[in-house]
């Protein structure tokens, strides 16, 4: 059986020794501000804390032990004394604001305590924040708030001085790798998307993404059209690279993918084939490795990176492709 408050001690293990602390040491701030990444568990972590706080038959003294009812009703978002903001369209809004001030005006309901989560505390409109500012400044005992944000520069300074900040790391490549399988995404797909982004979101939404998935077929195409001699190289770019990689962003995440596939034929060469971007060319890519040196494989991948700052200097795209081409192949150099 699965314990919700291990997995987080494994994805956020400073944060929630601090949690752990207070909660041991009952000095649970009145006010919290969770800053991190999406899909580094902010939400997901502000719940198990309220749970520590209800909890009827907590383990070791603070980890909620998932089964009480405060727990069970808190798990199905029904608990009377917990109470989650989330943006109306666009943004938090005054009113929501003032209608939490008025349920924590009522006597708790289950427990002493009385908790509320606000979901993109970035997003309060002007008035709401500063209708918060006031129930901050003027806290009721056994209450605890949680403010979770992905941007706190975007959170008034006077807020987030009267809240504890606890800052997410992002999750590690490995991880996201991992929690991407979990959701039934391919091994083949989980790790190549898991080298493109850390955040869970984006990683779910690229790897679910078929013009993603016929980018990566697109470039392991020229990719093998590079070995193929020149010609077939540029057939290969010329007739699927710019038909398929229209926009200079979806340019420079073919570039990403070229890097990727040198990279995994460094891991190769250097006994390190655990954690490839493509495992499933592991083979493939083996049997290239023996017919490249280093200092042969540091300079294709100082060719793309020098590609990729051109594009962003605007360059012209299929004129770059076309010169990246030719140096990858000891033609000429940049001009």
Same mark, same amino acid.
């Given at each position: 059986?699965? %314990? ?6 494994? /994805?956020?293990?400073?944060?929630? *020794? ?8 009952? /000095? ?6 969770? +800053? ?9 972590? &502000?719940?198990?804390? &309220? ?18 009812? %405060?727990?069970? /009703? ?33 006597? &708790? ?20 924040? %500063? ?30 001085? *009267? ?15 991992? *929690? ?12 190549i998307v898991s080298k493109l982004t850390n955040h869970l979101d984006e ?9 993603? &998935? ?32 229209? +926009?200079?962003?979806?340019?420079s995440l073919a570039l990403d993918l070229f890097v990727l596939i040198h ?52 360059? %012209? ?19």
């Amino acid at each position: 059986m699965s %314990n919700p408050w291990k997995e987080a001690e494994g /994805r956020q293990p400073i944060v929630m *020794r601090m949690i752990e602390n207070s909660l041991l040491r009952d /000095r649970v701030a009145h006010a919290y501000l969770f +800053e991190g990444d999406p899909g580094t568990g902010k939400k997901e972590t &502000a719940l198990l804390f &309220a749970k520590s706080l209800f909890c009827r038959e907590p383990l070791d003294g603070y980890q909620p032990c998932g089964a009480c009812i %405060n727990c069970r /009703r808190i798990q199905n978002g029904n608990h009377p004394d917990l109470h989650v903001i989330e943006p109306d369209g666009l943004s938090i809004k005054k009113e929501q604001i003032q209608f939490l001030q008025q349920e924590f005006k009522k006597t &708790a309901v289950e427990s002493g305590w009385k908790v509320y989560i606000i979901n993109q505390a970035d997003k309060m409109t002007a008035s709401a924040a %500063n209708s918060l500012l006031k129930f901050l400044e003027e806290p009721s005992a056994r209450t605890a708030a949680f403010l979770l944000t992905e941007q706190s520069s975007l959170v008034l300074p006077t807020i987030l001085s *009267r809240c504890q900040q606890l800052t997410f790391r992002p999750i590690d490549s490995s991880e996201l790798k991992q *929690r991407l399988i979990e959701e039934e995404i391919n091994v083949p797909m989980a790790s190549i998307v898991s080298k493109l982004t850390n955040h869970l979101d984006e990683a779910l939404q690229l790897a679910q993404d078929e013009w993603f &998935a016929q980018a990566r077929l697109v470039v392991l195409k020229l990719y093998e059209g590079l070995k193929g001699g020149r010609l077939s190289a540029i057939v290969s770019l010329s007739e699927e690279f710019h038909s398929h990689f229209k +926009e200079k962003q979806q340019v420079s995440l073919a570039l990403d993918l070229f890097v990727l596939i040198h990279r995994d034929l460094l891991s190769i060469m250097t006994g390190e084939e655990k954690g490839l971007a493509f495992p499933d060319r592991l083979a493939s890519f083996q049997q290239d490795a023996l017919h490249l040196s280093a200092e042969a494989l540091a300079d294709r991948m100082a060719f793309i990176l020098e590609a990729k700052r051109k594009l962003s200097r605007n360059m %012209n795209q299929q004129l770059l492709m076309e010169q990246l081409l030719l140096k990858l192949q000891g033609g000429h150099a940049f001009v």
